[in-house]
């Protein structure tokens, strides 16, 4: 009796702990992954927080993430901008430069990839070849004769050497289109070339409309690197009329003659708010793009 | 512009038997097309336009300006390899330069992939709530590079900033994190690892190909967490950590915007990185010939590591079909 007995008890302790250890895998994994998550977010949690914080208490009350009172005319004090201008200015600048510059750069693009990835011409794996080695070129490199370039050209205090250069299309974006055409069957072409398409309508009516994911991709990446740029505009945008809102975010938190941090905050944070919407939007674009091309966010 | 593209890591690494077949295809039925040269040129137009203006022509223009001393105002003069020899011999800031850079390349890069790797094994369950801490982990990469951010991680780590606040509440007295020579280039290099998303989901893609069988059959054979990840997510990984480790390297001496704003290059150069020191050089006292010489320079520290990182990775990149 003793015997036949003490099995199934065993079992049965056996699995309870087994159970148990697996409620406390579970628990240990999100209470771990959940402070790690708190920490990195901490930092963004605090700008936004300080933007409502009152000049009482932002360096006082420096580690509380809720504000005592919230004081949201640290907005508008913010948008007021600084020298006359408002950052009603900056922010229609950048929205200029990155909407008009991932305009350019995606369309310019998508026609090079086709190029690259569809049609069969003369010389073609030579420029190939060159392209990937641009990839490779620091743009260290660039900068100080480009700068001549367009300071010989008069046009510095225009767009022009911020957007024109991007009507050349962009390696990276190239590189991740043509990964994207070849993935497209050729029997489609095949199917529209017999049907008497040409070309170029293979292009438009074939491939373009199936490139939509890729494009979004392409898009979302340039939209945030020139949304964020700030060497370019730097060097090319002096007047104050035209400056991005990178440019003037640093005028405006200069540490040696800032003050109104509450307002400083505020605008910090708004400027982050375009790419989060973006972020939230199309996260599943994002991932994708990184994890199959190696392009940096 | 930031990371370079070497290859698709994950996509190629293993063609699937509807791809190799559709590529045969292709490639069978390619030769019947007809070789069309001016359709070909006007696709790619744009890209030449843009090469030639601003690829092409500058490149050729740096050469020639490194070995000028070719000042903002349009005067120069051939001055053969000085610009070199003073960078090398006579420039102590340079040196600066150099060794800020390379400190922050060789403490950065390997802390910022043991976080991308560490977290993305984290991240590669079905556990409920992991495309919330996956998006979470990723949000400080997609605004890292923004000045927002680096004025933010300035306040951060200023005086009266949030990190002495948490510091203090543990009872360490708060310090200059900012002003000190032995602690500036640390808040620069937490900066850059606080951004360990896109080298997390390229690990995590990479991760998602390992097949469940073998750590099935590795759990059979009595084999624990550690032990599996050591002996089989590790080396199948191989190939993924050199493609992140390579991107890095590179992304790592180009840092720009974060010094600028954040330190300036301060204090006493121990955060002059290249990038910053060139264009000092080039747009504060405006030796455009010098800065064009360190930017080739540059390029060839980079092509040089590059170059070892591959010979190197024969010792310790695992590629499947060398094995079998």
């Known amino acids: 009796m003793e015997i036949t007995h003490s099995v199934p008890i065993q079992a049965e302790t056996l699995r309870i702990s087994h159970r148990n250890q697996k409620r406390f895998n579970t628990v240990l994994y999100h209470g771990s992954v959940i402070i790690a998550t708190v920490i990195m977010l901490y930092p963004i949690l605090w700008l936004f927080a300080s933007s409502f914080k009152g000049q009482d208490e932002i360096w006082t009350n420096v580690n509380s993430l809720i504000p005592k009172t919230l004081h949201f005319e640290n907005y508008t004090n913010g948008w007021a901008g600084f020298g006359g201008i408002s950052f009603a200015v900056f922010f229609k600048n950048s929205f200029i430069y990155a909407g008009v510059g991932t305009l350019f750069a995606v369309t310019a693009s998508a026609l090079v990839a086709y190029g690259f990835a569809r049609l069969r011409f003369r010389g073609k794996s030579f420029w190939f070849t060159l392209m990937l080695l641009t990839l490779m070129l620091p743009s260290q490199v660039l900068i100080v004769p480009q700068y001549i370039i367009f300071n010989k050209l008069n046009w510095i205090d225009t767009f022009l050497p911020l957007l024109v250069p991007r009507l050349g299309g962009d390696a990276f974006f190239i590189f991740m289109i043509m990964q994207f055409i070849r993935a497209i069957p050729f029997d489609l072409d095949e199917a529209a070339l017999v049907d008497g398409c040409s070309r170029r309508g293979i292009f438009f009516r074939i491939i373009l409309p199936q490139l939509k994911p890729a494009l979004i991709t392409a898009a979302i990446f340039s939209f945030y690197w020139t949304w964020e740029d700030f060497l370019q505009p730097l060097l090319y945008l002096n007047d104050p009329h035209l400056q991005t809102v990178s440019v003037a975010l640093r005028s405006f938190a200069d540490p040696s003659s800032a003050s109104d941090w509450g307002a400083i905050f505020a605008m910090l944070g708004l400027s982050l708010v375009p790419v989060f919407i973006i972020f939230i939007f199309f996260q599943r674009y994002l991932v994708e793009g990184i994890a199959t091309t190696g392009l940096k966010g | 512009m930031s990371n370079s593209v070497i290859s698709p890591p994950i996509e190629n690494v293993k063609p699937t038997v509807t791809q190799r077949i559709a590529s045969r295809r292709t490639a069978g039925k390619r030769k019947d097309f007809k070789q069309d040269t001016g359709t070909g040129y006007l696709f790619i137009a744009p890209w030449l336009f843009g090469f030639f203006l601003f690829s092409a022509i500058p490149i050729a223009i740096s050469l020639w300006l490194a070995f000028t001393n070719y000042d903002i105002f349009g005067n120069w003069q051939y001055v053969g390899l000085d610009n070199f020899q003073r960078m090398f011999f006579q420039d102590v800031r ?193 030796e455009l010939g010098y800065a064009s010489a360190m930017a080739w320079v540059l390029l060839a520290i980079i092509a040089v590591l590059t170059a070892i990182s591959f010979k190197l990775s024969s010792f310790w990149v695992f590629y499947e079909s060398k094995e079998g």
């Open chain 2, 94 to 286: 340079y040196g600066h330069a150099l060794s800020a850079t390379f400190k922050f390349v060789a403490i950065g890069v390997p802390l910022r992939l043991i976080f991308a790797l560490g977290i993305a094994v984290l991240m590669n369950t079905h556990r409920r709530g992991v495309s919330f801490y996956r998006a979470a982990f990723y949000a400080p990469s997609i605004i890292g590079g923004s000045v927002a951010v680096a004025v933010m991680w300035r306040q951060l780590f200023g005086s009266d900033g949030l990190f002495n606040a948490v510091i203090g509440g543990l009872g360490i007295p708060p310090t200059n994190w900012l002003g000190n020579p032995q602690t500036a280039i640390w808040t620069l290099i937490l900066l850059s690892v606080w951004q360990f998303g896109s080298p997390m989901l390229i690990f995590l893609a990479g991760l998602k190909q390992i097949p469940a069988e073998l750590y099935e059959a590795a759990s059979i054979d009595g084999a624990n967490g550690w032990r599996k990840f050591l002996r089989i997510t590790l080396p199948l990984l191989t190939p993924i950590i050199f493609f992140n480790l390579i991107l890095q390297l590179i992304g790592g001496f180009k840092v720009f915007t974060q010094a600028f704003i954040i330190t300036g290059g301060t204090p006493l150069d121990t955060t002059l990185f290249y990038s910053l020191y060139l264009y000092q050089r080039a747009f504060n006292s405006y």
